[in-house]
């Protein structure tokens, strides 16, 4: 009953953000770390060798005085990277109390038996619902050239076998394949999807989430590099890929499939197919505690580090509102990334319900 609650509450609070303007984003998109052992031809992260990141202490002050988040994206460079990943996740969990959903990806890089124990003890927290991607950018060779690792293809497979046991014992773990389209694999998902399929015969379409390849200054470091697939091709390639998915009632996935009906006109059209919801619905953070709009928008609004580790002053600080009249003018930078979009996705869904 608590967990239909929680949803409620955030369906409810996704839709007033597409009505009215919210005083708090009920989003965050954090990421934990920067260091990343893989070495990807489309990001930068890996890159950075990140000092003076946010401690346990400092984030869990953070989460004390922002207990108002429902939905939390925990991400990197490589999450699981940090050895403190449970108590940032324990700490969101004690403090953020009508906390929904918290979602992590995973390069697969990390020892797989130092991730299913944090994992199991993230799952024991009673998060509502836990969800894990599996990073996965094509079939075994091109994974691990796009990946820069040798043998990361079946690293990726080793942790879904874990993850199928995981599920088994706990009811609030999803996880989904997350799939990056660049110009390195178009044309290339639907022989990764049989190459899995070879390996784990249940799978089916509904288990991939697809990304289209962007650049990002203040989070992928790739503003130099040319990286997005062909817009028409790509487009009929995600057609393909939808007509192939099952329908769904579970909440989740309706989101996955407006989400995707919604990449294929981005894909085609280069243009956000729906409006910004930035410092509203969602603000990302970085490993230090600079803020920012989103993880595509290079313009930092403050840091929390200066705002005594409260998010309200740097939400009401001049920065912010100047990006807020960029939105409302129409200069937010084109993107469509599942970060920004779900929950946008989320409000309009609640209202037809």
């Given amino acids: 009953m608590a967990?239909?609650?929680r949803f409620a509450s955030l369906a409810l609070t996704a839709l007033k953000s597409n009505i009215t303007r919210l005083d708090r984003p009920f989003k965050l998109n954090f990421s934990?770390?920067?260091?990343?052992?893989?070495?990807?031809?489309?990001?930068?992260?890996?890159?950075?060798?990140?000092?003076n990141e946010l401690t346990i202490d400092e984030i869990r002050e953070f989460t004390k005085k922002n207990g108002y988040f429902k939905w939390i994206t925990i991400t990197g460079g490589e999450p699981f990277l940090r050895s403190?990943?449970?108590?940032?996740?324990?700490?969101f969990k004690d403090n953020c109390k009508g906390l929904y959903l918290m979602t992590m990806p995973t390069n697969s890089l990390c020892n797989p038996a130092t991730v299913e124990a944090r994992l199991r003890q993230i799952l024991?927290?009673?998060?509502?619902?836990?969800?894990?991607?599996?990073?996965?950018?094509?079939y075994r060779e091109l994974h691990d050239k796009i990946r820069g690792i040798p043998g990361n293809f079946d690293k990726?497979?080793?942790?879904?076998?874990?993850?199928?046991?995981?599920?088994?014992?706990?009811?609030?773990?999803?996880?989904?394949?997350?799939?990056?389209?660049?110009?390195?694999?178009?044309?290339?998902?639907?022989?990764?999807?049989?190459?899995?399929?070879?390996?784990f015969p249940e799978v089916t379409y509904n288990d991939f989430h697809i990304n289209l390849a962007q650049v990002s200054e203040n989070y992928y470091q790739n503003g130099t590099l040319d990286i997005r697939p062909d817009g028409p091709a790509?487009?009929?390639?995600?057609?393909?890929?939808?007509?192939?998915?099952?329908?769904?009632?579970?909440?989740?996935?309706?989101?996955?499939?407006?989400?995707l009906k919604k990449l294929i006109e981005f894909a085609k059209t280069g243009k956000s197919p729906m409006k910004c919801?930035?410092?509203?619905?969602?603000?990302?953070?970085?490993?230090?505690?600079?803020?920012?709009?989103?993880?595509?928008?290079n313009k930092k609004v403050g840091n929390i580090r200066e705002s005594g580790y409260d998010l309200v002053p740097i939400l009401s600080s001049q920065a912010s509102n100047e990006v807020r009249k960029d939105i409302t003018e129409g200069r937010e930078p084109d993107e469509w990334t599942s970060c920004e979009a779900y929950q946008i996705i989320t409000g309009r869904i609640a209202s037809l319900l």
Avoid: H
């Fill in 32 to 51: 934990i770390t920067y260091n990343c052992q893989s070495r990807c031809i489309t990001c930068n992260i890996w890159e950075i060798r990140p000092k």
């Fill in 277 to 297: 919801r930035s410092l509203e619905a969602s603000v990302f953070m970085d490993g230090w505690g600079n803020v920012y709009p989103s993880i595509m928008w």
């Fill in 234 to 259: 790509a487009a009929d390639e995600l057609s393909g890929v939808l007509k192939k998915r099952k329908p769904s009632l579970d909440p989740m996935m309706v989101v996955e499939n407006a989400f």
């Fill in 84 to 91: 403190d990943i449970v108590e940032i996740a324990r700490a």
């Fill in 156 to 199: 990726v497979m080793e942790n879904c076998r874990m993850i199928k046991r995981l599920q088994k014992e706990y009811n609030n773990l999803d996880f989904v394949f997350g799939y990056t389209m660049s110009k390195f694999n178009q044309g290339q998902f639907d022989r990764t999807f049989q190459e899995v399929k070879m390996i």
């Fill in 3 to 5: 967990s239909k609650q």
């Fill in 124 to 138: 024991a927290l009673g998060i509502p619902r836990v969800a894990i991607t599996l990073s996965l950018d094509g």
